[in-house]
């Protein structure tokens, strides 16, 4: 097969549309016909596995409908026996290649790449990128060697893999390289990459939105954290500099990300893309991008186009049903309850479903529970022209708060919108629920960029909240008093808690404190974190 970088230089753009995102052509019937063969592709592989069988029985279903009824929802305990000493020979095809993500708990999921599940890794990457720079059905706007700044962990996590598959569909500038970024931290890549984007140029870039929102706020007050480096005085950095420095003046505004690089494309990851969309787009020149993917289901799963409106699942990633929200509280409320599912063709809009995934190229996950809420916003997208159903991403089944059964579920995009509507400037915060006197309420742990008291910030963040949630205005008026609390942390906290975390060996996934439901040992970190900054 030709890599793209040679159909794009043969000028053969609608054939890599068309290979790459062609599926947004298909209707929903044909959409389910590919999911429906691959399944019954990767049935004949797990019933052939140890593993398989010991989750499927010695007599493994045939079919779709004696999967969906014979098998039961799992979850990575079911597969942590083989898959944490890395079992090869158990599985239903051999890997190339272990991905990990990190468990809540701090213990490491590992999983499984076939060569099949690497190349489709790769694939998907590629497809988020040429929508993430595309204007419009069809259009291929990536050329051969263009630059891209990836603020992604390396291997072995699912990111550094899926940018080494797409290095071998595309000709793709990574900037740090690949193998230097897997060698730098977190914060190290993001200031090497933007560093070396002053000589290089930046077409692309892929990060969490937060990070891209910190940098623009970093360049709006002249706080880059860059430093001088010899580097500076290339003469095509000092041009770059020069022309984004008369752009700036000229509109009157102190000096942005967009002023100095001409970005193709931007894509995105994080709960908080919403909140900060505009904010990205203000900074970066460009709409930001979403994409949907984890570990498990091997990258991504779901991608946002053109239309801006929702995400579209990848038929080729893995096997979808989905649990409705009421099957999922009822699992929530009564362990024993087995909560049914719907495939693709029958969810509705406005709907919230856990996601449950099966694996596809030789994967080792059936009926695998992701504990991820998604909610359909459209059946199909006519303006666009693609007759699929779309997503976006509700947050963590665990990342809920409820209540007293009032509060119809606070998910962190709620929270974070209710924050954001308040105006008030804040460097981060985590929120859970507490029993403070004589009712549950929600206790917001918050680190802010101005002088307010806690009673200031407790009323603005509830009156937001009731206007976001009707649910959460009943519980007021039902209970008489606000439900929501205020701890301010003094300008450090969270820093020195990342620090603290990293400095005792953390996995990235663990350096900051959760937003939602943080543990009592994460909580009383932070707060002894904060005592030593006023210490």
């Known amino acids: 097969m030709a890599k793209v970088s040679d159909l794009l230089r043969q000028g053969r753009r609608e054939e890599v549309w068309t290979r790459y995102c062609g599926f947004l052509d298909l209707g929903l019937d044909n959409f389910m016909e590919i999911q429906k063969r691959l399944l019954m592709e990767q049935l004949q592989l797990a019933g052939r596995s140890e593993l398989g069988r010991a989750v499927m029985g010695n007599d493994p279903p045939q079919d779709i409908e004696g999967f969906r009824k014979r098998v039961r929802l799992t979850t990575y305990e079911d597969y942590a026996p083989f898959l944490d000493e890395q079992c090869e020979d158990v599985l239903p095809e051999k890997p ?5 993500t990190s468990g809540r708990s701090g213990r490491y999921k590992w999983v499984p790449i076939t060569a099949r599940a690497f190349t489709r890794l790769g694939e998907g990457a590629l497809a988020q990128v040429l929508l993430a720079t595309a204007h419009r059905r069809g259009e291929v706007r990536l050329e051969p060697n263009d630059v891209a700044v990836y603020n992604v962990a390396g291997r072995p ?20 390289p690949v193998e230097k970024m897997e060698e730098m931290s977190f914060q190290e890549r993001i200031q090497a990459g933007f560093q070396i984007g002053l000589r290089t140029g930046i077409d692309i870039i892929g990060s969490i ?56 494309g931007v894509i995105v990851g994080g709960t908080d893309t919403a909140i900060y969309r505009q904010k990205l787009i203000e900074y970066w020149g460009v709409e930001p991008r979403e994409a949907y993917g984890c570990t498990e289901a091997l990258g991504p799963m779901a991608v946002q186009t053109w239309s801006g409106d929702g995400l579209y699942f990848l038929p080729d990633a893995c096997f979808y049903e989905f649990i409705p929200e009421a099957d999922w509280a009822l699992g929530r409320e009564d362990p024993s309850y087995i909560p049914r599912t719907v495939l693709l063709n029958r969810v509705e809009a406005g709907k919230r479903y856990e996601i449950v995934i099966t694996s ?43 209540l007293a059964g009032f509060t119809g579920l606070i998910d962190e995009k709620l929270f974070w919108q209710a924050i954001a509507n308040t105006g008030i400037a804040y460097e981060e915060w985590a929120v859970r629920k507490e029993l403070l006197g004589l009712h549950a309420s929600l206790h917001l742990y918050v680190e802010l960029k101005e002088a307010l008291s806690a009673e200031e910030v407790a009323e603005a963040v509830h009156q937001a909240l009731a206007g976001l949630n009707p649910f959460y205005v009943d519980l007021v008026r039902f209970l008489g008093v606000r439900p929501l609390h205020v701890t301010l942390l003094p300008p450090g906290s969270f820093m020195r808690y990342m620090a603290a975390q990293h400095a005792a060996g953390a996995d990235m996934a663990h350096l900051k404190p959760p937003h939602m439901n943080a543990p009592d040992d994460v909580i009383e970190k932070l707060l002894r974190a904060g005592q030593e900054v006023v210490g």
């Not at 699912?158 to 990574?174: H, K, N, Q, V």
Request: with cysteine.
């Open 360 to 402: 596809f190229h030789g994967g080792a996950f059936l009926r695998y529970r992701l504990h991820d809420l998604v909610r359909f916003v459209s059946l199909r997208d006519e303006p666009a022209g693609i007759d699929l159903p779309s997503v976006v991403f509700a947050g963590r089944d665990n990342d809920l708060i409820d």
């Open 157 to 176: 996590y699912i990111t550094g893999y899926a940018t080494l598959s797409m290095a071998e569909l595309f000709e793709l500038r990574c900037v740090p």
């Open 96 to 100: 190339v290649a272990w991905a990990h």
């Open 209 to 264: 939105s937060s990070v891209l929102v910190k940098v623009g706020e970093q360049f709006g007050t002249g706080a880059t954290g860059a430093g001088f480096s010899p580097a500076l005085l290339h003469p095509a950095v000092l041009f770059r500099l020069g022309r984004g420095l008369v752009r700036s003046r000229l509109e009157g505004r102190q000096l942005l990300p967009k002023d100095l690089w001409q970005v193709k």
